[in-house]
């Protein structure tokens, strides 16, 4: 369980082309008291009964590491007696690569920080520059390296369809990512937010979004590729906010609302594919198996999934029934009196039947 407290852009040392944060963190005040503080903390734990796993509070928003030390102190002062307490076990900070130093880590541990993610964005230079992130992929992977040194969780955001970005960037920067292995990834498209620079490199014909269907392509080939290494990807897409769905706030680009799902529909409908091209004994018994997880997204956007299956098959209807002993990021079928299952990266077991 994760409780946001947000910095809104508190630290930052330069203002980052594609950045509005009034629209994708809300329209929050500037500083945090102690009452807010208490109150948003205290009514997130008291949704406790309906969550499982460690809590947190997580600073967002901001680069924490930039702000004054003695900001620093007072805010992590705010989280001490829920620590101390026992109701919270740790403390989440964001923060940026070139935020990062050794004495800053030591102090952050001291006050109970576990976790620092990483705004590194990607592991192009030539993307973050035209981006106006302030730092090249060498300083984000030393940061990391600080940070594992000294046992943090670590995470990274990653976002695609940034300016500069050429064919293949987006997707050697979640290799360059698999490589480092932090411990949580959080992806998102690059959307044209209104009163950004990028807004602007938009109308005057300097910038391109990526489609949906494009951004949609690259997330699942990002997810499948995370996942086969094991590294949790927490988050797709940008979290929606009652200002970003205002009209006007989003100029262009893939915004959806339920992008994950989106991704994720799209990942089982490629693993579906796999397994019929494997179960070459007909539709005898046909019936897929679902992690309840992903149950929702199995079908596809207005029922899409279930509609190119059928038309595949000759079927009128697709069986389908979740299975809680699949893990997420699988899927099973049943057909011509065998059992197969697949994971994200194609990969076949027959689990009985006739070899």
Same mark, same amino acid.
């Given at each position: 369980m994760i409780i946001p407290i947000f910095l809104m852009n508190r630290g930052f040392p330069n203002r980052c082309c594609f950045c509005n944060e009034r629209l994708t963190a809300g329209d929050l005040p500037e500083r945090i008291e102690q009452d807010d503080f208490e109150a948003a903390v205290r009514s997130h734990l008291g949704t406790r009964k309906r969550k499982k796993g460690p809590v947190q509070i997580a600073f967002y928003g901001g680069t924490f590491t930039a702000l004054a030390e003695g900001e620093q102190r007072r805010l992590l002062e705010l989280?001490?007696?829920f620590l101390a307490s026992g109701a919270v076990e740790s403390i989440r900070i964001s923060t940026r690569p070139d935020g990062i130093d050794p004495e800053g880590l030591d102090f952050l541990a001291a006050c109970g920080v576990r976790t620092v993610e990483l705004g590194v964005q990607s592991f192009d230079d030539e993307v973050l520059k035209a981006s106006g992130r302030g730092y090249d992929a060498a300083r984000a992977?030393? #940061?990391?390296?600080? *940070?594992?040194?000294?046992?943090?969780? @670590?995470? =990274?955001h990653l976002m695609l369809g940034l300016p500069g970005e050429g064919p293949g960037s987006f997707l050697r920067t979640i290799d360059r990512?698999?490589?480092?292995?932090?411990?949580?990834?959080?992806?998102?498209? /690059?959307?044209?937010?209104?009163? @950004?620079?990028? !807004?602007? $490199?938009? &109308?005057?014909?300097?910038? #391109?979004p990526l489609s949906l269907e494009a951004a949609i392509e690259q997330c699942r080939e990002a997810l499948k590729r995370l996942t086969a290494a094991g590294i949790s990807v927490i988050r797709l897409g940008l979290q929606t906010t009652r200002e970003l769905e205002q009209e006007? $706030?989003?100029v262009a680009g893939p915004f959806h609302p339920a992008f994950r799902s989106l991704v994720v529909s799209s990942l089982l409908m490629e693993m579906a594919s796999i397994l019929l091209d494997a179960a070459s004994d007909g539709t005898e018994g046909l019936r897929f198996s679902v992690p309840p997880a992903d149950l929702d $997204?199995?079908?596809?956007?207005?029922?899409?999934? *279930? #509609? !190119?299956?059928?038309?595949? *098959?000759?079927?009128?209807? =697709?069986?389908?029934?979740?299975?809680?002993?699949?893990?997420?990021? @699988?899927?099973? *079928?049943? !057909?011509?009196?065998? @059992?197969?299952? /697949?994971?994200?990266?194609? &990969?076949?077991?027959?689990?009985?039947?006739r070899g």
């Open positions: 989280a001490a007696p992977v030393e #940061a990391l390296g600080l *940070l594992k040194a000294r046992g943090f969780e @670590t995470g =990274i990512t698999v490589e480092i292995r932090p411990d949580t990834v959080r992806i998102h498209p /690059t959307l044209v937010l209104r009163d @950004t620079p990028l !807004a602007e $490199a938009f &109308r005057n014909g300097r910038y #391109a006007g $706030a989003v $997204a199995f079908p596809g956007p207005g029922r899409r999934n *279930l #509609a !190119a299956l059928g038309e595949r *098959l000759g079927l009128p209807e =697709i069986p389908f029934a979740p299975d809680p002993s699949l893990p997420r990021g @699988t899927l099973g *079928l049943t !057909a011509g009196g065998r @059992t197969f299952r /697949t994971d994200c990266t194609g &990969r076949i077991t027959v689990l009985d039947g």
